[in-house]
Each structure stands twice: as C-alpha cells, then as structure tokens.
C-alpha cells in the first residue's frame, strides 16, 4: 500500500512531499519503526502502573492467573487488569495461553520487572519515565529560554527512578570492578579510610560501600534537600552507624577534609561547574588521596555514541543532566556522554596531577585523578 503519490524511478518507487522527493519503501519503513517506538512509549504508562500498583509482583507470585484471578490478587478492577494483561502479553512481557485464558510472567522477566532486588531490575525505569512526563511542560519551556531545570524540581518519580536505575548497576559493580580498577583503593578502604560521596542522591552507592567496608566511614553529600533526607532515612533503617552520614551541601562548598577517597557515582557531568567542583575536590582530599568519578559510558565522538545505551544516555541528559548544569552556575552542561576525554581534561584543569581512565565497564567509565 503506498501512502503518497507515486511513479517508479529505476527500481524505486518514489513521491513528491512536502519535505521533496522520498522513497516511498524508506517512508513506509521508518513509519513503522515510529509507529513501533509509539507502542513501545504508551506500553511504557502501563509498565509503571504495573510497578506502581504492584501487578507484577503479583503476576510473579503465581504459575499463570486469569484476569479474574489476578484482579483479586491484585485488588484492581478486572477489565483494566485484563487489558493490562492483554497490551503486556502483546508486547512479549507476558505469556499468555489462549487455553483457559491464563496469562504468566515467566522468571526471567520477573527478574527484570518484579524484583527490586534483581541484578537486571529495571521496573524503576518506567517510574523514571513518568517522572520525566510530569516536567514535560517545564521542559519545553527551558528549551525555549535556555534556563536550567534543577534536579530538585523534578518530579520526585525521576530521582526515585534513577536511584532504582543505578542500584543494581551498583550491586554488581561497585565493588567488584569499579573499586579494584583504582590501584589500591580497596585495601585502603578494608584498613578504614575516610570517604566522601558528592552528589550521593539517595545515598545507595554510599551505603553500599559502608555496608562493604566496616572499618572506614563514609559522608554523602548533596544539594537535594529531599535526598539528603531519604538517604538519612535509609541510612537509619540500615541500623544508624556514626559510620556513615549524610548532609545538605553543595559540590563547591562542603567541608569535613582531609578525605582518603572521594566519589562522585553519576553525578560530575550534572553539576554546573565539574572544573571547580574537582577543584574542591582536590582541595578537600588528603595528600595520598584519590578522587574517583564513574560516569555514564561514553565514546569521545557522537559518532561512536549513536547505540541504545547512547540513545538512553542522552535522552537522559537532553531531559535531567544537561538541564541541571545548565540550572547551576557554570552552565558547562558536559553532558551525560561527555566521553572519558573531557572528564580526564576537566580533572587536569582542576590541577589534578594525574587523571586516567581506570576502567570501562559496558554500562560505565572509571575515572581516577591523584593531586
Ligand atoms: C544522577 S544523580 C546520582 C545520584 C547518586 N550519586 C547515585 O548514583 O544514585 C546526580 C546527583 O547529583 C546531585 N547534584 C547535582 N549537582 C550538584 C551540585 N552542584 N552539588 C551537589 N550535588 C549535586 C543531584 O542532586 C543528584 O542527586
């Protein structure tokens, strides 16, 4: 079926359009991928609702339910659970058995979807997302003027989501790759070192290091008020150590040095100025000290970038990151693919003696700068 006027030209069939001649297999080609990614975006309400509500928890708790079944389960009205169930078995996250009726959610997805605690949880996303549409407004209005868009006035779902994001990445690789890939961190940490996270968020990396490490103690920075207090909060629940604490400050202005290590998990190419927040840094840091920044992975050409983890990369930072540099002055916006030579430039510009990069794990750079 052919959706523009057409004749053939050589072997193409071609059209006039408003944007010039097109060909017509190409259009019809990529109005199927949009159409595609369309499905995918609304799948992505249901997704979190599914999160939100705890549907697949539920789904994840029985072999296979009927609607009628997971309703009760669930305690939602079963028509909307039915056509959750239906889009969900439509776009290959549920398996669905036309005998009976019964929809399941197989393990493996379970694992992505229904299980927090999961290497490969990525239920938080979806909250994420509707985070970002709650801002979509805000947004277009700083695309418009150039303003920033602070973290802090996000949506709350956006940092809750982006703590749910990291987490496992942290869980699996905090300890095992990104601590090791620093000469000698790690056995500095065991003999008992003092360490600052900058930027801390939701404190999870920071508490995942205390947790690792009993005999060094760890102070978690953030401008976030909001983060501050729910980082303190986990920090209680995770049995209140004097070991570990958590406090309202920026990445330019906090005290409390000399310390051994400072970290900045995900968070140097948000700030305004990273320049001035390494220099800080660098100020605050023991002679013997090392800063450690783990950043999104990136290649230093766009060019090199232009994958599904780029696209997630920068359409996180056109939406949070960038937005939030450009809210804080500096404006640098480095941006969430920035590459391991700029975050290497930017901690020789803060004076850094030496700055490498220490490792590239498939979803993260490590990078380290000594003073
Ligand atoms: C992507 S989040 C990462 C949070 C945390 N490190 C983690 O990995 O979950 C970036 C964090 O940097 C914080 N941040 C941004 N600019 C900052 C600044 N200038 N000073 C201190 N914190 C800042 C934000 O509030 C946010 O919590």
Known sequence: MSVLESERQNETEVAQSATGVVDVARVEEFAEKVAGDHAVAVNAVLAYLGDRLGLWKALASVPSATSRELSERSGLAERYVREWLSAEAAAGYVEYDPDGSRFRLPPEHAAVLADDSSPAALAGTFELTAGLWASVDRLAHVYATGEGFGWHEHDSRMFNGVDRFFRPLYNSSLVEQWLPAVDGVVARLASGIRVLDVGC??????????????????????????????????????????????????????????????????????????????????????????????????????????????????????????????????????????????????????????????AATPFNLVIEGRA
């Open 201 to 358: 968020g939701l404190g999870s990396a920071t508490l995942l290091m205390a947790e690792t490490f009993p005999a060094s103690t760890f102070t978690g920075v953030d401008y976030h008020d909001e983060s501050i207090v729910r980082a303190s909060a986990s920090a209680a629940r995770a049995g209140g150590s004097d070991r570990v604490r958590f406090e309202r400050a920026g990445a330019e202005d906090y005290t409390g040095g000399p310390y051994d290590l400072i970290c900045f998990f995900d968070a140097l190419h948000d700030m305004g100025d990273p320049v001035a927040a390494l220099r800080h840094a660098r100020a605050e840091l023991a002679d013997d000290g090392v800063v450690l920044a783990v950043e999104p992975f990136a290649n230093d050409r766009l060019e090199d970038n232009l994958t599904p983890l780029g696209l997630s990369y920068y359409a996180a930072s056109a939406t949070i990151c960038v937005p939030n540099s450009l809210s804080q002055s500096g404006q640098a916006a480095l941006g969430a693919q920035a590459g391991p030579g700029r975050i290497v430039d930017a901690f020789h510009e803060a004076g850094f003696g030496t700055a490498r990069q220490a």
